[in-house]
């Protein structure tokens, strides 16, 4: 079975400057997140899909930070303008969404901003 | 900061124990993880325990858990150099996972 997918895996831009991440999940799994994950720190929730349908996007800056899951597949993180804090490890995960919560990661897009 | 709270480092050498402590902060979560990071890696789930358990044991896995003092742990026999990673305590709060910031396990020969 395949895992999840991210790309690119590194990307180093200049502040102010936008980019974008893309993720597909396993195949079958319904909930997708978007994790936001700065060194030393544990994994915060951005965006959580159920379907293309967004659940909880409460941690994420909306002022730059969008994220879309068109026809309940693939999905897009996207930053515009970028800061030099949203330097970080962006990490997608899907779920087949039972109560036991397991999360499949993929292995992150790793995003300098200079 | 985090409401999961961990450990930074642990060093052990390779043969023995280790033990990762985790302290968590809502008493109505449901289920308690342990996922591991590799270097480059995303995180992969090791273990899971039902908040209505006091212990799971997985192979050389061992999971115990205290309500009443909202401690979560993670032992691990006979620890290898592969078991070098680092490991994520997380809460399931309202269908969301609430991670930790990880505990660097280094294994020494």
């Known amino acids: 079975e395949a895992g999840v997918a991210q790309s690119p895996r590194y990307k180093i831009i200049e502040k102010r400057q936008s980019v974008a991440f893309w993720c597909n999940p396993i195949?079958?799994?319904?909930?997708l997140y978007w994790y936001q994950q700065i060194l030393g720190q544990g994994p915060k929730l951005l965006i959580q899909?159920?379907?293309?349908?967004?659940?909880?996007d409460s941690q994420l800056p909306k002022d730059r930070f969008s994220a879309e899951r068109l026809k309940g597949v693939d999905s897009t993180l996207k930053i515009q303008p970028a800061k030099l804090e949203d330097s970080a490890v962006y990490l997608c995960?899907?779920?087949?969404?039972?109560?036991?919560?397991?999360?499949?990661f993929g292995e992150g897009s790793r995003l300098t901003v200079l | 900061g985090e409401d999961v709270e961990q450990s930074l480092f642990l060093s052990v050498r390779e043969g023995d124990s280790s033990v990762i402590n985790c302290t968590y902060t809502?008493?109505?979560?449901?289920?308690l993880y342990w996922y591991k990071q590799e270097p480059g890696a995303g995180l992969q789930l090791l273990t899971y325990?039902?908040?209505?358990?006091d212990m799971k044991q997985d192979q050389r896995l061992t999971v115990l858990l205290n309500k009443k003092d909202k401690h979560l742990s993670l032992r691990i026999a006979d620890t290898q150099t592969g078991d070098s990673a680092i490991y994520f305590c997380?809460?399931?709060?309202?269908?969301?996972?609430?991670f930790g910031a990880g505990t660097q396990v280094v294994v020494t020969p």
């Open positions: 325990i039902f908040s209505n358990m």
């Open positions: 809502d008493s109505s979560s449901t289920y």
């Open positions: 995960a899907s779920s087949l969404g039972r109560s036991t919560g397991e999360l499949f």
């Open positions: 195949s079958g799994h319904a909930t």
């Open positions: 997380a809460e399931s709060l309202w269908g969301k996972l609430q």
């Open positions: 899909f159920q379907n293309n349908g967004v659940v909880d």
